[in-house]
């Protein structure tokens, strides 16, 4: 005869069992799933639209690449439950999943999406972590124009008008 399973309160390992733990986040929780995917894909999308060449910008390789993604990585170190949970998210997400509209770098859609962004922290988002987030997006975006190799590490004037233009775009001027 078969017995019930009884659900044990520890895993083998002594830790709880997943039976106590959220599927996600409480952070995640307040967020719709256009939002959620608004808020997770932004970083990705900063990342590529600050890589490549602009009017006055110049074309970065690999290292503007390595340096966005140590930047997106820098988010787990954040001191908001907002910021981990978007990059836990984002190491998470299948390699091979498309961003939504398929527009990677198109920086009117980039600022579109960050102002869209900005109006989902400033309804859902507790005001530190709003504030983290909108940090640690322009700080990717900055970590990519600094990227320029053979450079001294500082963005050019084209460069700034970027990281202006994506500061306002995230309500941080």
Known sequence: MLTPEVPMSHSVAGEPSSAGRRAAPLTTAVYSA????????????????????????????????????????????????????????????????????????????????ARAAARVLDRRADPADSAAYRQWVQSVAARVCRAEPGGDGSAGPADRRLLDRLGGALGLR
């Not at 190491?91 to 600022?111: K, T």
Request: charged fraction near 20%; hydrophobic fraction near 55%.
């Open 34 to 113: 256009a939002e959620w995917d608004l808020l997770t894909t932004l970083p990705s999308r900063v990342v590529v639209a600050a890589a490549l060449p602009g009017p006055g910008r110049p074309a970065r390789g690999v290292a503007a690449g390595v340096a966005g993604l140590d930047a997106v990585a820098a988010g787990r170190a954040f001191d908001s439950d907002l910021v981990r949970a978007v990059v836990a998210a984002i190491y998470a997400r299948h390699d091979g999943a498309p961003l939504p509209g398929g527009r990677l770098a198109d920086l009117v859609d980039v600022l579109a999406a």
